[in-house]
């Protein structure tokens, strides 16, 4: 259904279709974070419900995984105006051009190269965080109830500023934004003019959201 609504601008003529179920439309803004946040909620239920650890630092581990994705995978031709402020990256390489020298990087070699690097980020960023969930529970699982919470929630604001601190700028980027990473849109099929043919945009994040449900 989500593939259907998504591409029906290219399925029915020109101006049939109402602006509501256009790609760009704030509806698919709204169901891909809708996907991306009902990993957190269950993520909260798994915790808070059925564990019964009344945790507060899930934004912290979020903050983990997302930097951990972003900073492997923005490609190393753009990294020099990403973190033109600290000039230039510390790392210089990304996972999708790491894959592309083995398949290439243009046509089913480039569409490969970047599932592989999306995909290898995600584990990876999965893994930091839980790398950093088992070492921060080392403590603070022998606190119960209020304190859990407090505890956890300092953690994630402590994250906050050790990623925002300006020494490690060249990694992070300091307090500014990371971007040209890899996003959903980078999963539309395009032809040769770079007309998008095909709009999987919206279907990844459920796709992956599914998964990991």
């Known amino acids: 259904l989500v593939i259907l609504l998504e591409n029906m601008t290219l399925l029915l003529p020109a101006g049939s279709v109402p602006k509501l179920l256009q790609p760009t439309s704030m509806l698919f803004t709204v169901l891909k974070k809708g996907a991306v946040y009902?990993?957190?909620?269950?993520?909260m239920n798994l915790l808070n419900g059925f564990?019964?650890?009344?945790?507060?630092?899930?934004?912290?581990?979020?903050?983990?995984?997302?930097?951990t994705y972003a900073i492997l995978t923005v490609p190393n031709s753009v990294r020099d105006s990403v973190y033109y402020l600290y000039g230039g990256s510390a790392i210089h390489f990304s996972l999708q051009e790491m894959f592309g020298a083995v398949f290439g990087n243009s046509g089913a070699g480039g569409a490969v190269?970047?599932?592989?690097?999306?995909?290898?980020?995600?584990?990876?960023a999965g893994c930091v965080a839980?790398?950093?969930?088992?070492?921060?529970?080392?403590?603070?699982?022998?606190?119960?109830s209020d304190?859990?919470?407090?505890?956890?929630l300092g953690f994630a604001e402590i994250i906050r500023s050790i990623f925002q601190w300006d020494k490690l700028g060249a990694v992070t980027n300091g307090s500014n934004m990371l971007r040209l990473f890899p996003t959903?849109?980078?999963?539309?099929?395009?032809?040769?003019?770079?007309?998008?043919?095909?709009?999987?945009?919206?279907t990844i994040p459920f796709l992956i959201a599914g998964v990991c449900i």
Do not use: C, H
């Open 38 to 43: 009902s990993l957190v909620a269950v993520s």
């Open 184 to 202: 959903f849109n980078d999963f539309n099929i395009r032809n040769a003019e770079g007309e998008v043919t095909l709009y999987f945009s919206t």
């Open 113 to 124: 190269s970047l599932v592989l690097g999306v995909l290898l980020g995600l584990i990876l």
């Open 130 to 144: 839980a790398f950093f969930a088992w070492l921060i529970g080392l403590p603070v699982l022998r606190l119960k």
């Open 51 to 67: 564990t019964g650890l009344f945790s507060l630092g899930q934004a912290g581990f979020m903050l983990l995984g997302a930097y």
């Open 147 to 152: 304190y859990l919470a407090i505890a956890t």
